[in-house]
């Protein structure tokens, strides 16, 4: 490594019973002078999949920018997905159902689509939609906006669960 003892000793505590916050993470890139993985265009900021190594150091005296901090009052911290699992789905007309799984891209390992059942809990059809739709998560309410109406929800793709033992 390319740290001193003392950088290392005065180094920001890593709390493991805290979430991670990005004021955390922006804290910790900037004490150590690295770049902010999440900045760029791509899914996981400068590259489309996680990154395995760091990119360069930045010159001394010019710390990383991570772009317009986040509004004030505005929630980052992270969450399981399984925390929003069960969640309300409300279109933009009406709340038409509820999240029940997510679909995982396994080459970006990104949320792809929601899977969101509609109707009643134990009679209605499981449907995909596209993850690029969710407008906002509230935690507050339980609920997930989307910017789709309830028939745009309804005409979605259908889900089916393969069956355990199943070979495509």
Not at 107 to 112: L, M, R
């Amino acid at each position: 490594m390319n740290l001193t003892r003392a950088q290392i000793e005065n180094g920001p505590l890593i709390e493991s019973h805290k979430p991670v916050s990005r004021q955390y993470e922006e804290e910790y890139h900037r004490y150590y002078g690295w770049p902010y993985y999440w900045q760029g265009d791509a899914l996981w900021g400068m590259s489309g999949v996680p990154m395995m190594e760091l990119p360069p150091i930045p010159p001394p005296g010019k710390p990383p920018t991570a772009g317009d901090p986040p509004p004030k009052g505005t929630e980052t911290h992270l969450r399981s997905a399984q925390a929003v699992n069960g969640y309300h789905l409300r279109a933009s007309d009406r709340e038409i159902g509820h999240v029940c799984d997510f679909m995982m891209d396994d080459q970006n390992w990104a949320i792809g689509q929601l899977v969101i059942k509609t109707g009643h809990r134990l009679s209605g059809r499981e449907v995909q939609i596209p993850a690029n739709k969710v407008d906002r998560i509230s935690y507050e309410d339980s609920t997930v906006y989307v910017n789709l109406t309830s028939e745009g929800v309804e005409e979605s793709p259908a889900h089916y669960m393969a069956a355990a033992g199943a070979v495509d």
